[in-house]
């Protein structure tokens, strides 16, 4: 079975400061690993995934991810985050060779401040 | 090229009635998940349809039930609804149903249950 983790409910940061956003997983088979973000009253967008290859993921809107296999780790980051940031974001992994449906974590929501 | 898009955005229905959501995926993608976004339980899988055929199921009641149409848009019937049924309905499509492959959200529906 799978189950995603992730700590912080909520993440206020100012504009312009760095994020990190944490995501822990836990799973007896390898997965493969997504960030998604959601808008206000929107549904999910795609911020990057982890299939194969190096640990280190970028993707869309400047934020970059990094797999530790050793800490069952996905933690989202940005250096410098902007208003439009602002939205809930979720980790989400799937089994390679299982099923086709994405575990979810509960959410993260950032909020940032001007 | 138009995105994953869902009807209607808002239903309200009383307890022990059937509901009806609707989806129609990318064009081009063959399947279609659903997911459950309730309060407080975060982004749960429900169904997964490939080429009309129902591939897996989430750890929902068999009053949770849906189908996939020859165009590979989709239908997903609550009937008997509850009031926990109340939530954020999301569905998305991928190209093939793949693992790899990145799943597109809907806008969602959001369903009250009174």
């Known amino acids: 079975a799978q189950s995603v983790t992730q700590l912080d409910s909520q993440v206020p940061v100012f504009e312009e400061a760095p994020v990190e956003l944490r995501c822990n997983y836990s799973?007896?088979?390898?997965?493969?690993l997504f960030w998604y973000v959601q808008y206000p009253n929107q549904g999910l967008q795609l911020l990057l995934k982890?299939?194969?290859?190096?640990?280190l993921v970028k993707g869309i809107n400047g934020f970059e991810a990094e797999f530790n296999k050793s800490q069952t780790s996905f933690h989202l980051r940005k250096p410098s985050v902007h208003i439009s940031d602002t939205a809930e974001y979720f980790c989400a992994v799937t089994p390679l060779g299982g099923a086709n449906n994405l575990f979810f974590g509960t959410g993260t929501r950032l909020t940032v401040i001007p | 090229e138009a995105g994953v898009t869902q009807s209607p955005t808002h239903l309200i229905k009383t307890r022990g009635q059937q509901a009806t959501l609707r989806c129609s995926p990318i064009?081009?993608?063959?399947?279609v998940y659903w997911y459950q976004q309730a309060l407080g339980l975060g982004l749960q899988f429900l169904l997964w349809?490939?080429?009309?055929?129902?591939?897996n199921r989430g750890n929902f009641p068999p009053r949770f039930s849906g189908r996939q149409f020859p165009n590979y848009s989709s239908e997903l019937n609550v009937n008997a609804l509850e009031l926990e049924d109340s939530a954020l309905y999301l569905c998305?499509?991928?190209?093939?149903?793949?693992?790899?492959?990145?799943?597109?959200f809907g806008p969602g529906t959001r369903l009250l249950v009174l």
């Open positions: 998305a499509s991928s190209q093939q149903g793949q693992v790899r492959e990145t799943q597109y």
């Open positions: 064009s081009g993608h063959t399947s």
């Open positions: 349809y490939d080429e009309g055929e129902e591939r």
């Open positions: 799973s007896s088979v390898s997965v493969y």
């Open positions: 982890y299939l194969s290859g190096s640990t």
